[in-house]
């Protein structure tokens, strides 16, 4: 199976159409058709359905979409990490993070960085633990910055120096907003939105089992698209403190959680793991930005 097999299965995929495809990737569309076909007869698999005038995935045809994602991200990360080895005018890191105003440290570091390294490209992708440590596993990304206690079996890290403050974000003319904070018989009664993620290993922490008590109407991955859900009168979002600007100035307020609520962030990397010279000069710098 070859990459550029690949940059043309995806490009098909992108553009819904050979002809389209073809014109993009400056090859003729008989040739385009006869790669895909030849790609589906190396997998023994269909991997589009065929219109008239378009083309879609079938179920085989999305699994390799992302698996070649992935697979070409690597590719790409491998011959940068070649063209940085003898001297370092550019190239490009892959970080995965998680949303926390902790991730000053990462953009600190990032711009103390670019003062000397002006041509390094960051290639920033925000998700939960579970979405970027398989991408880190996968060798996609150089390191991550996470919420949760890492897997020390496979990764090193680092603690960051600060810890996010749980809270409810809220219309300011909410009832809930006149309190200074936010205890479990209060919030019970109102519909509430939290990540995957936290309403499994961070609400427990909080109110324990009680937590099954909580009305939770929707679970989001992006912190952003629970405060749009807010400002509509879905319900209350359960997340850090700082991720918006959340004050008299906004559309909503913040309360902290009572008793407080706290959660850690780490930046890990995989064991064994031999940094390229760009992703080992931006570690260096994040511990600076630590103080370590």
Wanted: hydrophobic residues 40%; proline residues 4%; negative net charge.
């Amino acid at each position: 199976m070859e990459i550029r097999v690949l940059r043309y299965f995806l490009e098909a995929a992108r553009e819904g159409n050979m002809t389209r495809a073809a014109e993009r990737l400056h090859v003729t569309q008989p040739t385009l058709s006869k790669q895909i076909k030849e790609l589906e007869n190396e997998l023994g698999k269909k991997l589009f359905h065929r219109g008239a005038t378009s083309i879609s995935l079938t179920e085989e045809g999305m699994i390799l979409r992302k698996r070649a994602e992935d697979l070409l991200s690597i590719a790409d990360k491998i011959e940068n990490e070649f063209k940085s080895m003898d001297h370092i005018t550019g190239g490009t890191v892959s970080i995965g993070c998680a949303e926390s105003k902790l991730i000053k440290y990462l953009g600190n570091a990032v711009h103390s960085l670019n003062e000397t390294y002006p041509n390094i490209h960051y290639n920033i992708i925000s998700g939960n633990t579970e979405q970027v440590t398989e991408k880190l596993d996968n060798g996609v990304l150089d390191m991550a910055f996470i919420v949760e206690p890492p897997d020390l079996s496979k990764y090193n890290y680092l603690e960051l120096p600060e810890h996010d403050i749980w809270g409810v974000y809220m219309p300011k003319d909410h009832p809930l907003a006149k309190k200074e904070g936010i205890m479990f018989d209060e919030l019970a009664p109102y519909p509430i939105m939290i990540s995957e993620q936290s309403a499994r290993f961070d609400l427990p922490r909080w109110c324990g089992e009680r937590a099954e008590q909580l009305n939770i109407v929707a679970n989001f991955n992006l912190a952003n698209n629970g405060f749009v859900f807010v400002r509509c009168g879905v319900g209350l979002a359960l997340g850090f403190e700082g991720i918006i600007e959340a004050n008299n100035n906004s559309s909503l307020v913040f309360r902290p959680l009572i008793p407080e609520l706290h959660t850690s962030m780490y930046a890990i990397w995989k064991k064994y793991q031999v940094f390229t010279p760009i992703a080992c000069l931006l570690a260096n710098e994040i511990k600076k930005e630590m103080g370590i």
